[in-house]
């Protein structure tokens, strides 16, 4: 048990996704006490909200910077309006994707929960997102909530007809608007020949990065043959012949 609570001291800020009678909310919360037992503290809500059965999972997230740690909880008993007692059941930590190898490119994505059938009623949008072997992040109408198993299918340039298919667990989920979030999704499956594919785009991104950079430093340091010219003109010397 001592494993799970070893990163949840006093004061530690999460965010908590909680089951509410007509879905899940997310809201922001501090650690009261986290050595044998959690309690926690949430932000005031908008609205009073009426907590659904305590037989179903919590999902508190964790952002250490390096990585992001997920747990699922189970209600112990409320302390009071926005005091809690929970018993964790499951610790994740994922690398985050802030710190891996990462781009930002504009690719063809399509994103789903649940059964594969639902692939099928969406279609995919070309977004720009920030994607690395471990996770990729992107704004999406829908409403995910952290520890939520997401489907994927990504299109990188230059790989129409192959497509990166990985299933993935959000681990951020940030409003960004009415019915818009950006989510960050870290891979769970990604295959190594999908890997492959990601870490190839990369090279060539970076290289293409690269050529452009040193074209423009070439540019800067070499001047033209017309601004020699022009230096030449007006050089000191020649203003002197001018002169006489």
């Known amino acids: 048990m001592d494993n799970l609570y070893q990163d949840l001291k006093p004061g530690t800020l999460l965010r908590v996704t909680l089951p509410l009678p007509n879905g899940r909310k997310t809201l922001d919360a501090a650690v009261e006490e986290g050595q ?11 609205e009073d909200q009426k907590l659904a059965p305590d037989d179903q999972d919590w999902v508190l997230t964790q952002d250490q910077g390096e990585r992001i740690i997920l747990y699922k909880a189970r209600l112990n008993r409320q302390i009071g309006p926005r005091r809690f007692d929970l018993a964790l059941t499951e610790r994740t930590v994922h690398k985050s994707t802030r710190k891996s190898c990462r781009i930002q490119a504009r690719v063809r994505i399509r994103e789903w929960a649940g059964h594969s059938t639902w692939s099928r009623l ?4 070309s977004r720009e997102v920030i994607l690395s072997t471990s996770g990729i992040a992107f ?5 995910f909530h952290p520890g939520q198993k997401v489907s994927l299918e990504i299109t990188l340039p230059g790989q129409a007809l192959r497509p990166v298919q990985v299933t993935g667990q959000v681990i951020r989920a940030i409003p960004k608007g009415i019915d ?5 999704v870290a891979f769970i499956n990604l295959s190594r020949e999908d890997a492959d594919i990601i870490e190839t785009f990369f ?4 290289f ?12 800067a340091l070499t001047p033209s043959l017309d601004d020699s010219e022009k230096d030449k003109d007006v050089s000191p010397k020649d203003m002197g012949k001018k002169d006489r």
């Open 139 to 143: 704004q999406t109408d829908d409403i």
């Open 180 to 184: 818009r979030q950006e989510i960050a």
């Open 122 to 125: 969406r279609r995919a949008e």
């Open 203 to 206: 090279i060539k991104e970076q």
């Open 36 to 46: 044998d037992n959690l309690v926690i503290r949430l932000q005031k809500p908008e």
């Open 208 to 219: 293409r990065t690269m050529t452009d950079r040193v074209r423009l430093l070439a540019e």
